[in-house]
């Protein structure tokens, strides 16, 4: 009998939590797996993994150079064969109040959330469309629910939201599959980045004077939700599930909190799930705005 054909699958953001934690996963459960990561260190510590199935490939999703020629490195290593998946997952957030974003911060939260999925994801397809593979975007409950100081994070994958449901309609006539993953609060080390980037510490004044009691407040409530969070294998499994159901759903909810949410937002008019926000993170009451 002929040995069963290995099936692989790219996966970005591999170096830490829940781009690490899926390339564990899939390998384990048998897939040849691409881990994407930007430093060679990162690189070296999955090659010291030491598993013929996990190899590490140089990435920065937000640089098309870069992209290209990852994609030459997969296709030349596949040798005609095609790819069975591809997982976009690197991420960041940037939490700031809007009325205060710079365009440059804004631009990087965008570019990489939101842009660079697209990018990867055009650079992949050609090796994807020889296996009829699959498409899974790690979004966040936030790309569903919008909530205040998040707003560039929320702004970005409510994009590959969009991103996600359009690619799933163009690619439908190859009976390719594309689908989205919501999770709420994960255990990984994007809280920690999120509180290295301490708006408050650089913002003016003025802008403080309108939004630090509110920011800290907000700060107050996401280090509460980061103490709740749960294990990323909870996202493996969806994202497993995502690449190799067959019938995989078109969107996955991870946690209780992002369930809880998202059936919020489907009964709760605007005004009352706002109500309901402010509340949660303790945001104060209307004040007017000062003199300028
Ligand atoms: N943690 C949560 O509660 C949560 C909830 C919902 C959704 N998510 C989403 O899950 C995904 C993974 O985040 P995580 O929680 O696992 O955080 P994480 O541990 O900080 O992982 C983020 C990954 O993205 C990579 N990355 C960032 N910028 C990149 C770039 N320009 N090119 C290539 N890779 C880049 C990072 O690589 P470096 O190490 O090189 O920076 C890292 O591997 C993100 O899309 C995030 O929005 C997370």
Known sequence: MAPEKQRTVVVTGASSGIGASCVRYLEKKGFHVYASVRKRADADAITALGSSRLEPLLLDVADAESIAKAAQTVSAALNGEGLAGLVNNAGVAFDVPLECVDMGTLRQQLEVNAIAPVAVTQAFLPLLRRERGRVVNVSSINGRVASPFSGPYCMSKFALEAFTDCLRQELADWQMHVAVIEPGSIDTAMWDKGREYDWSAVASKHDLDLYADGYQAYRKFSDKIASQAIPCDAVS????????????????????????????????????????????????????????
């Open 237 to 292: 499994q969806a994202v497993f599930h995502a690449l190799t159901a067959k019938r995989p759903r078109t969107r996955y909810l991870v946690g209780t909190d992002a369930r809880v949410y998202a059936r919020l937002a489907q009964i709760c008019p605007d005004r009352v799930l706002d109500w309901v926000g402010r509340k949660v993170m303790g945001l104060g009451s209307t004040r007017s705005s000062p003199k300028v």
